[in-house]
C-alpha cells in the first residue's frame, strides 16, 4: 500500500532546472528501463514534425538530480496551452512515495503555469490502484486507460535468449534462419531513407497505426551519438521483401515499425530480423528493448508475435487530465 501522507523530510527541496542535452543523454544512461518518450532525439522528432514546443526538466534535490521529465506544448486554446507529459518522469533515485509525490507536485506546476493550462499526463507507472491513488493525489483523473507493452532483458547470453523464446516463435526463426535470406543493417542517410518510403506505402496500404515515417527521419537526424535509428533488412536477392526500425536511448531501444511482403512473411523475415536486431543491440551494449504497444483484443496476433521473445508484457495506468 502506498503511503501519500508522510511527507518529505526537511532537508529534501525539490527544484526543477532546465535541462541541457549533454546532461540529459548523460543522466537518461543510468536509467535502466528508460521510455522513448522521455528521449532527446524523439523530443526534437516531435518538435520538428508536429510543430510542438519541447520542455526538458531535470528534478533535482540539493544539487543532485533525482528526476527527468520531458512535456511537449501542442497548442493554445483561448489563450491556454495544452501540455502532454508521455512516460515520464523518470526516476534517478530509490525515492520514498511521499518524496516522488512532491515531485510530481512540482512538475505539475511547471507544466501548469496557469490556471487554464491543461496538462495529459501518462505516467511511467503501472496500472494499480496505488499509481491511480497516487495521481489522484496530484488531483489529477483518469480519462485514458493504460498503455500495454512488453519489455524483454536482453542482457543474457544469446544461448540463455534463444531458450527464452517461444517454440512456435523458435521454430519460425529457424524456418527464417534457412530460407537464404540476406540481412543488412543501415543507418546512412540514402538508405534508411529509402527504407522509410517502403515502411511509409505498407502502412498506408494497411492501414495501420504506427509513427509516422517522418516522425523516424526527424528522429534519426537528430538522434547523434547518445542514440540512434538503425533499420534492419532482409533481402531474397537484390529484392527486399522485409524490414525493421529500432532506436536506442540510454541504455534501452525501441521497437518502431515493421514492414514485409508475402516472400518476407513466408520466410518469416520478421523473426530472423528481430533476433537479429537483439544480438546487434546487445553487443553494441543495451540492455533492454521496449517492443512497442500491443493490443491483444484488437491486435491479438502481433501481441502473441511479440509475446513470443519471451519479454513481460507491461501496462501504464493511463492518461490522466
Not at 236 to 260: D, E, F, N, P, Q
Amino acid at each position: 500500500m502506498v503511503s501519500l501522507a508522510v511527507a518529505p523530510p526537511d532537508d529534501f527541496a525539490f527544484e526543477a532546472v532546465p535541462g541541457a542535452r549533454r546532461d540529459w543523454d548523460r543522466l537518461i544512461g543510468r536509467i535502466g528501463q528508460s521510455s522513448l518518450e522521455q528521449s532527446w532525439a524523439y523530443g526534437d522528432a516531435v518538435a520538428a514534425s508536429q510543430g510542438a514546443a519541447v520542455t526538458r526538466l531535470i528534478i533535482r534535490n540539493g544539487g543532485r538530480p533525482v528526476a527527468l521529465v520531458q512535456g511537449f506544448r501542442t497548442r493554445d486554446v483561448k489563450l491556454a496551452s495544452v501540455n502532454r507529459i508521455l512516460r515520464g518522469p523518470l526516476w534517478l533515485d530509490d525515492l520514498s512515495d511521499a518524496q516522488r509525490l512532491e515531485a510530481c507536485r512540482l512538475i505539475r506546476r511547471e507544466f501548469r503555469a496557469r490556471r487554464r493550462d491543461l496538462l495529459f499526463w501518462l505516467p511511467e507507472l503501472p496500472d494499480t490502484v496505488d499509481s491511480r491513488r497516487f495521481m489522484g493525489a496530484l488531483g489529477m483523473r483518469r480519462m485514458v486507460t493504460g498503455y500495454s507493452t512488453v519489455w524483454l532483458d536482453i542482457r543474457p547470453d544469446e544461448d540463455q535468449l534463444r531458450r527464452g523464446l517461444k517454440g512456435k516463435w523458435r521454430n519460425a526463426l529457424v524456418s527464417g534462419e534457412k530460407a537464404g535470406l540476406r540481412v543488412r543493417a543501415v543507418e546512412r542517410n540514402r538508405a534508411l531513407e529509402e527504407a522509410m518510403t517502403t515502411y511509409d506505402r505498407f502502412r498506408r496500404n494497411r492501414r495501420f497505426i504506427g509513427p509516422p515515417a517522418d516522425l523516424i527521419r526527424q528522429m534519426h537526424a537528430g538522434a547523434g551519438k547518445a542514440g540512434h535509428v538503425r533499420v534492419w533488412e532482409a533481402f531474397h536477392g537484390k529484392v527486399a521483401v522485409a524490414g525493421i526500425a529500432m532506436v536506442r536511448h540510454g541504455v534501452s531501444a525501441t521497437y518502431l515499425a515493421g514492414w514485409t511482403g508475402e516472400e518476407g512473411r513466408d520466410g518469416n523475415a520478421h523473426n530472423l530480423l528481430l533476433w537479429r536486431a537483439i544480438t546487434e543491440l546487445r553487443g553494441g551494449g543495451t540492455d533492454w528493448l521496449d517492443l512497442g504497444g500491443v493490443d491483444t483484443q484488437t491486435s491479438p496476433g502481433i501481441a502473441r508475435f511479440k509475446l513470443g521473445l519471451g519479454g513481460e508484457i507491461a501496462t501504464l495506468s493511463g492518461t490522466y487530465l
